[in-house]
Nanobody
Framework: QVRLVESGGGSVQAGGSLRLSCAAS????????MGWYRQSPGNQRELVAE???????MYADAVKGRFTISRVNANDTVYLQMNSLKLEDTAVYYC??????????????WGQGTQVTVSS
């Protein structure tokens, strides 16, 4: 079984910072692309940032220059450093991990979600 455990969410004032973490464990042959999504009430889940196996990154326009995605610990952990947080960043953030099972099949897993609330 594969488990994705998120941590780091919470409440912060506008302009503050938070760092989200997502650790993958279980029956994983190799981790491929890792990313963060978010969803707020009335909106669809949207991609915030992702990082490829080669370290290449992509960010949504709304977070460029403020958020940084990284991966460490043999690529089993992905972080999202969030700086200069704005009210519109308030959402539930979900870790997403694309990985290859030992059978060779590539699948995608989701974390349980962690609430980020930004207040004035």
């Amino acid at each position: 079984q594969v488990r994705l455990v998120e941590s780091g969410g919470g409440s912060v004032q506008a302009g503050g910072s938070l760092r989200l973490s997502c650790a993958a464990s279980g029956s994983i042959a190799s981790v491929l692309t890792m990313g963060w999504y978010r969803q707020s009430p009335g909106n669809q889940r949207e991609l915030v940032a992702e990082i490829g196996i080669d370290g290449s990154t992509m960010y949504a326009d709304a977070v460029k220059g403020r958020f940084t995605i990284s991966r460490v610990n043999a690529n089993d952990t992905v972080y999202l450093q969030m700086n200069s947080l704005k009210l519109e960043d308030t959402a539930v953030y979900y870790c997403n991990v694309e990985f290859r099972r030992y059978s060779g099949v590539v699948v995608t897993g989701w974390g349980q979600g962690t609430q980020v609330t930004v207040s004035s």
